[in-house]
């Protein structure tokens, strides 16, 4: 009880209001970009948070990830482009409605039946920890392992196109993951001699490169503003009266967001189109879903802002990631010092009840902006994005080098960056991989304990058999949905592309094997299996693409039709897109010679200018004025600037890159 009013106290302190509302506007502006999300947003924050009282800095991380499921509903109605993963139904009845003229109506509705739906989230995740006690204690370390397992299967199985490819993304990331010291031996695996890689790639730097980066490149490849117009009529209490006319259906969503949420991996990838298929399932008239029913926009947005405390359900009693953006949270956990586990309910019960009411209070906080400032903030996408761009690219270099102050963090970013681009382009899941990476350690360390403790008896406990059959039930039911689905040969140009990709692919897990074989076998087994997987799947893959791209008669068969189900992707513009990251390249490059402040505002300049002089002054304005926001918060928050090569040669000011004094 008496954490519980501290937890109430501390909610309302204006400190804390101060960091959750700030947080919230950031989470309100990375939904409306289109690719950007929660997940992108996060990583922007997480470098911040290190000095922060855990209880604001969880407030911050809290505001950012509530709103942005609510936010991306601007771009999805009003221009028919998911502003996140989570908005895709929401665009399939939305976006006609806005084409009627009835756009006030859906957004509306969309942020109503969003903000009945994260607190409903909030409020069954207030009563589950109630519970959390005997779960968590009915949870031994075999337990534990299966229950990953079966996380990274739904991972795998449902964040791709194609279900191989999924599973596979998700053990490669596993694999990288396993980069640095063995948790049981302390043998170094894959550092190439480096002391950089001896703990591994900081999860913030691989969120950043595997997310934003290739968003930021894809939008700037389509070329102008992210819409071209935007339509836009009073009428906002047609929408809300919507919502309360469709009280049960909001209802019914909203529990579906927190069952699917609290499944580990499903998340906002798949809760969207599962309450879209149970409105089409449920309703009596179906005849105008899909073609602007204000339902279609109602069922989505209430299960997708639910899920969010579905999800943190697992992320706070486990430490499993309820969804991709989890896992960043996550790193926030570990670098403000929280162990997610039995402490949460315990030891940190106050910090509990403060993030559940926090999710709420920025659930209510991001709803009453949109529906304030929707017809300000919607005209924020009509800016031409080239001028967007460079602005959040200086914002991802400094946050990027402010986790280590190393410059091997631009380094894993850029890589991971490509990794993100490629994987985007060719079909390949980013959050399988994301997930994997992050849940490695744990995974290989359950093993082990699992072992040691139990040996193969930890699969008759109670728990573990009902894992078990979770498992085997999720890889049926998934099995025989695929083959339900009709097949249909791609027609692409660029399958050769695609093809060469998968032997790029195949590089990784053999290096790995090479580089670790002569270690303790300790230190060796959980890598090398892994690998070994990899590549049979990998050789799966490839070999079936060669058997599509010659049209040969095996394609008959079902296994080899379940394989090459969507197993190819449209890449146009990767071309564009490629060139743009070499612009991320050079601007590296100009931080290394010349520092951060000066090359930042060289590149903001030089990226606007180049896709239309006419901009010179918009240029110089934004250069001026980002600086200024930088400047003032390397000073209060003491953070340093990277320093460039002039910095050896000059004693430059602290606002140029030198030291403080």
């Given at each position: 009880?008496?954490?519980?009013?501290?937890a109430f106290?501390q909610l309302f302190?204006?400190?804390?209001?101060?960091?959750?509302f700030?947080?919230?506007?950031?989470g309100l502006?990375v939904?409306?970009l289109p690719?950007?999300g929660?997940t992108s947003?996060l990583?922007?924050?997480?470098?911040f948070v290190?000095s922060l009282e855990?209880?604001?800095?969880?407030?911050?991380m809290?505001?950012v990830?509530?709103?942005?499921t609510?936010?991306?509903?601007f771009p999805?109605?009003?221009?028919?482009?998911?502003?996140?993963?989570?908005?895709?139904?929401?665009v399939?009845?939305g976006?006609?409605?806005?084409?009627k003229g009835?756009?006030?109506?859906?957004?509306s509705?969309?942020f109503?039946s969003s903000?009945?739906g994260?607190?409903f989230?909030?409020?069954?995740?207030?009563i589950s920890?109630?519970?959390?006690?005997?779960i968590i204690m009915a949870?031994?370390?075999g337990e534990?392992f299966?229950l990953?397992?079966?996380a990274?299967?739904m991972v795998g199985?449902?964040?791709g196109?194609?279900?191989?490819k999924g599973?596979?993304a998700?053990?490669?990331?596993?694999?990288i993951?396993?980069?640095?010291?063995?948790p049981?031996?302390?043998?170094?695996?894959?550092?190439?001699g480096?002391?950089y890689?001896?703990?591994?790639?900081p999860?913030?730097?691989v969120g950043?490169?595997?997310?934003?980066l290739p968003e930021?490149?894809?939008?700037l490849?389509s070329?102008?503003?992210?819409a071209k117009?935007?339509?836009?009529?009073e009428?906002?209490?047609?929408g809300?009266?919507d919502v309360?006319k469709?009280w049960?259906?909001v209802l019914?969503?909203?529990?579906i967001?927190?069952?699917?949420?609290a499944?580990p991996?499903l998340?906002g990838?798949v809760v969207?189109?599962i309450?879209?298929?149970?409105l089409?399932?449920?309703s009596?008239?179906?005849?105008n879903i899909?073609k602007?029913?204000?339902?279609?926009?109602?069922?989505?947005e209430?299960?997708?802002n639910a899920?969010?405390g579905g999800?943190?359900?697992?992320?706070?009693?486990?430490g499993?990631?309820g969804?991709g953006n989890?896992?960043?949270?996550?790193?926030?956990f570990i670098?403000?010092?929280?162990e997610p586990?039995?402490?949460?309910?315990?030891?940190?019960?106050?910090l509990?009840?403060?993030?559940?009411?926090?999710?709420?209070i920025?659930?209510i906080?991001g709803?009453?902006?949109?529906?304030g400032f929707a017809?300000h903030?919607?005209k924020?996408?009509?800016v031409r994005?080239?001028?967007?761009?460079?602005?959040?690219?200086?914002?991802?270099?400094?946050?990027?080098?402010?986790?280590?102050?190393?410059?091997?963090?631009?380094?894993g970013l850029?890589?991971f960056?490509?990794?993100?681009?490629t994987?985007k382009?060719?079909?390949?899941s980013?959050p399988?991989?994301?997930?994997?990476?992050?849940l490695s350690?744990?995974?290989e360390?359950?093993s082990?304990q699992?072992?040691a403790?139990?040996g193969l008896?930890f699969?008759?406990?109670?728990?573990?058999?009902?894992?078990?059959?979770?498992?085997?039930?999720t890889?049926?039911l998934?099995?025989r949905?695929?083959?339900?689905?009709?097949?249909t040969s791609?027609?692409l140009k660029?399958?050769?592309?695609?093809?060469?990709y998968?032997?790029?692919?195949?590089?990784l897990?053999i290096?790995?094997i090479?580089?670790?074989?002569?270690?303790?076998y300790?230190?060796s087994?959980?890598?090398i299996?892994?690998?070994?997987?990899?590549?049979?799947?990998?050789t799966?893959?490839?070999?079936?693409?060669?058997?599509d791209?010659?049209n040969?008669?095996l394609?008959k068969?079902?296994?080899v039709?379940f394989v090459?189900?969507?197993?190819?992707e449209?890449?146009s513009?990767?071309?564009?897109?490629?060139?743009y990251?070499?612009?991320?390249i050079?601007?590296?490059?100009?931080?290394?010679?010349?520092?951060f402040?000066?090359?930042s505002?060289?590149f903001i300049n030089?990226?606007?200018?180049?896709?239309d002089?006419r901009?010179?002054?918009i240029?110089?304005?934004i250069?001026?004025?980002?600086?200024v926001?930088?400047?003032?918060?390397?000073?209060m928050l003491?953070?340093?600037?990277p320093n460039?090569?002039?910095?050896?040669l000059?004693?430059m000011?602290?606002?140029?890159?030198?030291?403080?004094?």
């Open positions: 009880m008496e954490q519980f009013v501290s106290f302190e204006l400190t804390h209001l101060l960091f959750l700030g947080g919230t506007l950031l502006i939904g409306i690719g950007l929660g947003g990583a922007l924050v997480l470098p290190y855990p209880s604001y800095a969880l407030a911050m809290i505001g990830l509530a709103p942005t609510t936010s991306d509903t999805a109605v009003l221009m028919g482009i998911p502003g996140t993963a989570g908005s895709q139904a929401t399939m009845d976006f006609p409605l806005s084409k009835m756009a006030a109506r859906a957004l509705a969309a109503c903000l009945m994260g607190v989230g909030a409020l069954i995740l207030s920890i109630y519970y959390a006690i005997p949870f031994g370390f534990q299966l990953i397992i079966l990274l299967l199985a449902l964040t196109e194609n279900f191989i599973v596979t998700c053990i490669l990331g596993l694999i993951g396993s980069i640095g010291s063995a049981i031996t302390g043998d170094l695996r894959f550092t190439f480096t002391l890689l001896v703990e591994g790639v999860i913030v730097i950043l490169g595997l997310f934003a930021i490149v894809g939008l490849d070329k102008g503003a992210i117009a935007l339509k836009n009529e009428g906002w209490f047609r809300i009266k309360f469709n049960f259906l019914r969503c909203s529990s967001g927190c069952i699917v949420g499944l991996g998340g990838t969207d189109w309450a879209y298929s149970h089409k399932q449920t009596k008239d179906t005849s899909g602007g029913d204000v339902r279609g926009v109602i069922a989505p209430s299960a997708n899920k969010e999800a943190l359900i697992p992320t706070l009693l486990f499993i990631p969804s989890k896992v960043l949270l996550l790193g926030g670098l403000i010092g929280i586990g039995l402490e949460m309910v315990t030891t940190h019960l106050d509990t009840y403060l993030m559940i009411w926090s999710l709420a920025a659930n906080l709803a009453g902006l949109c529906i017809s903030i919607s924020l996408t009509l994005y080239y001028i967007l761009a460079p602005v959040m690219i200086v914002l991802i270099f400094f946050a990027t080098f402010n986790i280590n102050r190393d410059w091997y963090d631009f380094i850029l890589g960056g490509l990794i993100g681009i994987f382009a060719f079909g390949w980013r399988a991989l994301l997930i994997g990476f992050f350690t744990k995974v360390l359950l082990y699992t072992q403790v139990y008896t699969l008759t406990r109670p728990v573990s058999i009902i894992l078990i059959v979770l498992c085997f039930g890889i049926l998934l099995l949905q695929k083959f339900k689905q009709s097949y791609s027609a660029n399958k050769k592309n695609q093809i060469y998968v032997l790029i692919l195949l590089v897990p290096l790995m090479s580089l670790i074989s002569s270690l303790d300790r230190a087994l959980f890598p299996s892994l690998c070994v997987v990899s590549i049979l799947l990998l799966i893959i490839f070999f079936v693409k060669i058997i791209y010659n040969h008669h394609l068969y079902s296994f039709k090459n189900m969507n197993i190819y449209q890449n513009g990767f071309n564009n897109q490629f060139f990251y070499l612009s991320f050079g601007y590296l490059i100009m931080n290394y010679i010349v520092g402040p000066i090359a505002v060289i030089a990226f606007i200018i180049f896709h002089k901009d010179y002054k240029s110089i304005i250069s001026f004025v980002l600086l926001i930088l400047w003032f918060l390397s000073y003491t953070l340093q600037f460039g090569l002039i910095g050896l000059i004693d000011p602290w606002w140029l890159g030198g030291e403080f004094n």
